[in-house]
């Protein structure tokens, strides 16, 4: 674990201990972040932001978070006003319960996870558009236009309760929800630090939502 | 629906680019890192490298360059040359590569598709083909492997076939005969591989112009395009290609250049 070095805003990212974590923290730290990877509940103290990338499936990233006490110290940071952005996997554990292996997830946000609906093929993964929610001010799609590409490399995806906190839906034969958000709960099913300069700006933005959201 | 892709290629020794062109010396855009970021900056929709680093032992500075790159160019990253084994791909995939290209290696040991799928995900796994018109065969296609140096006497629908069911997510395709000319791409190859697989076929070999990419697409079959010489002859920028694709009427990702 490293020392936040002063420097931008502290965000975490959480060290499943597998995958891919490289682009990730190198996004973050292009747009103005402090990043600290955090394998421990000890890393997180002082995040504005915590970074619940994605890389594997469900029950064993529930299961190595549980296991290092990282699903409770992530609970009690959201509890205390921390900002939550979770990313493809990461944005599914937000949810209540995955289909895919069955798997309880963090729970914060009402909804189940499916797998892709009507999908050609699966994994779905490739450049796919963005299409916005027609009301959608939130700040983290500032700056994005309907029909922006992404990222995605998936084959579930979450279904929200609530409709009302869908941001952006993308179409892979059935839609589905690629980006949410509620209160301080942020999720995108495409991969921003996989985007090019459009994936930058969503991270830019969760950035300064979560500074903006620490001074509140 | 997915959007068609634009990729450069890179070949890259010692942890320096070291071709892409017969006509122009590229010593001064050596670093594979920096042509990465250019390209993805450009609209690139991924960047491939591929690794003609002789000596094994000295892999460990690909993956230093795959780390640089990874740090700094926000695109997928393949990665493919030389890489035999489990371990091999899962140090190419902790660097922070995407997904893995086997060719050589996949061919004398199937099952090395099928245990990197299982392990690391199919999406990871990328099947490098180079098909070579198969003198004889009407209509067919020989896999050479070792750089296009060694025949193998397999048919490439079937190995493509054979692959996929291995757990490959997808095809790399290389025309050897297409290949260096700037004629465009070998469509019957492309048509006839496409229609043979349901995962997604990669083309590369002979890109000229934007006009190829086109054809690739709309005519072969592909999902994606890849090229080198052209992109890195300046002869066109991945932005007048895409251009030309969205002019065609089909679905690419337009990055505005930066001002």
Redesign the interface.
């Known amino acids: 674990m490293s020392a936040w070095t002063g420097h931008g805003v502290p965000v975490a990212v959480v060290d499943y201990g597998a ?2 974590i ?2 990730i ?3 973050l ?2 747009v103005g972040a402090d990043v600290r990877l955090a394998a421990r509940p000890a890393a997180l103290v002082g995040a504005v932001m915590i970074v619940v990338p994605g890389v594997g499936a469900s029950r064993p990233a529930m299961r190595h978070l549980h296991r290092v006490g990282l699903d409770t110290a992530i609970r009690e940071a959201v509890s205390d006003g921390v900002t939550l952005l979770g990313v493809c996997l990461g944005m599914q554990l937000l949810f209540e319960r995955s289909e895919e292996d069955g798997a309880e997830g963090l729970g914060f946000l009402r909804g189940n996870v499916e797998p892709v609906p009507e999908a050609p ?1 699966l ?7 963005l299409r916005l929610a027609t009301e959608t001010t939130h700040p983290l799609m500032a700056g994005i236009v309907d029909g922006t ?1 992404a ?1 995605f ?1 998936h084959s579930y995806a979450a279904v929200p309760a609530d409709p009302g906190m869908v941001l952006a839906t993308t ?2 034969g059935g839609t589905f929800a690629s980006a949410v958000a509620q209160g301080r709960l942020l999720g995108v099913q495409f991969h921003p ?5 459009d ?2 700006r969503v991270l830019g933005n969760a950035v300064g939502f979560a500074a903006a959201a620490a001074r509140d | 629906m997915l959007l068609r892709r634009v990729i450069p290629c890179l070949d890259v020794a010692d942890g320096r680019v070291v071709k892409g062109t017969k006509f122009v010396d590229l010593q001064d855009q050596g670093d594979p890192a920096e042509l990465a970021a250019r390209y993805a900056a450009e609209g690139a929709d991924e960047i491939v490298f591929l690794d003609i680093t002789a000596a094994p032992e000295r892999r460990g500075t690909l993956l230093e360059v795959v780390r640089r790159t990874a740090t700094r160019s926000f695109v997928p990253l393949t990665v493919g040359g030389g890489v035999r084994s489990e371990a091999e791909m899962k140090g190419v995939l902790r660097a922070g590569a995407d997904k893995v290209a086997v060719n050589t290696s996949a061919v004398l040991e199937p099952s090395l598709i099928k245990r990197c799928a299982r392990r690391f995900g199919r999406q990871c796994v990328v099947v490098a083909i180079d098909a070579k018109r198969w003198p004889g065969h009407r209509g067919r296609w020989e896999v050479l492997v070792r750089g296009g140096r060694d025949r193998t006497g397999l048919d490439v629908v079937l190995w493509a076939q054979r692959a996929a069911q291995m757990g490959a997510g997808e095809i790399l395709l290389t025309s050897i005969d297409a290949d260096g000319t700037n004629r465009g791409f070998d469509l019957e190859l492309l048509r006839t591989v496409s229609r043979a697989v349901e995962i997604p076929v990669v083309a590369s070999g002979g890109a000229g112009g934007p006009a190829d990419f086109d054809s690739a697409v709309v005519d072969g079959g592909a999902d994606a395009v890849l090229a080198a010489g052209i992109f890195h002859r300046r002869e066109y920028s991945i932005g007048d290609v895409k251009a030309a694709m969205a002019a065609a009427g089909l679905p690419v990702r337009i990055v505005p250049s930066p001002a």
């Open positions: 995958g891919n490289v682009s923290t190198g996004a730290a292009t093929l994994p779905h993964i490739g450049w796919n558009r590409a990222y490399l179409q892979h630090e996989r985007s090019g300069p994936g930058l």
